[in-house]
DNA sequence: TTCCTGGTATAGTTACATCA
DNA sequence: GTGATGTAACTATACCAGGA
């Protein structure tokens, strides 16, 4: 276990910061290129050593466990954390970052998932409203038939007793079903006990 | 106040290890 | 053998604090 982590350090070590790792380097381009690495493998100077460096387990769990208790490093606890494990400072820093970068993308999927649940929820919802709202209308289609057709009714009764106390003005106004929004209290007074034969529907909004 | 330096952050990239 | 994935290590850049 110790070996694990002695070995693991002795690689790192071997790997830190060599000199004339990096070529390329062109800082007068207005694109700002990105200096490329070169290929560690078969190199001489890391030997046999030359390899990738995997974190212990013991080391990853350490690691985590601070990581979960603090999200930041102060230059203190990295160098505490990075004697106990047997590593670089420079490392745990690493190591960080990169665990900081992991935590915001989880972070960033869970609250995708989250938003999209809402959206489906709301998309399913507007559905159904959307489903109601042409509901309503056919019945209000249907409301205006029955005007129409009362409308009629009462014409005919007029015309035989000119004492009724509908008047022609009051049941010849301009469309007054239309769109929602409409106020029905001024559109169509009905007398309390006045029951009007086919006017059930009238309940739906009183 | 300004400049420099060192440390740390984020975002993006590269290279290597591992696994299906 | 190969492509996908995970991750250590890197670069570029920005910001901040402290000292001269």
Redesign the pocket.
């Known amino acids: 276990m110790n070996n694990q982590v002695d070995e693991d350090h002795l690689v ?1 070590i071997s ?4 000199e004339g ?2 070529t390329q ?1 062109v ?1 007068q381009q207005e694109s ?10 078969g ?1 001489e100077s890391g030997g046999a050593g ?6 212990s387990a013991e080391q ?1 769990n350490l690691l985590e466990l601070n990581f979960g208790s603090e ?5 203190e606890r ?1 160098d505490r954390l990075a004697s106990e494990l047997g ?1 670089d400072p ?2 745990v ?10 935590w ?1 993308n989880k972070k960033l999927e869970e609250e995708y998932s989250s938003l999209k649940k809402s959206h489906d929820a709301a998309v399913v919802e507007k559905c159904r409203l959307e489903s109601e709202v042409l509901k309503l209308k056919e019945q209000l289609i249907e409301a205006e038939k029955d005007i129409q057709r009362l409308s009629e009714r009462v014409d005919g009764l007029s015309s035989n007793s000119p004492s009724s106390s509908m008047s022609m003005e009051a049941m010849q106004e301009p469309p007054f079903l239309g769109e929602f929004g409409v106020e029905y209290d001024d559109v169509f007074y009905v007398q309390e006990n006045n029951y009007i034969p086919g006017m059930e529907w009238m309940n739906l909004y009183m």
């Not at 999200?71 to 230059?75: A, D, G, T």
């Not at 820093?93 to 992991?102: G, L």
């Open positions: 790192l790997q830190l910061y060599p790792v990096y380097m800082p700002k290129p990105r200096r490329r690495r070169k290929k560690n493998r190199g030359a390899k990738k460096r995997k974190l990853v999200h930041k490093l102060e230059s990295k590593l420079r490392q820093a690493v190591w960080f970052q990169n665990r900081r970068a992991r915001k």
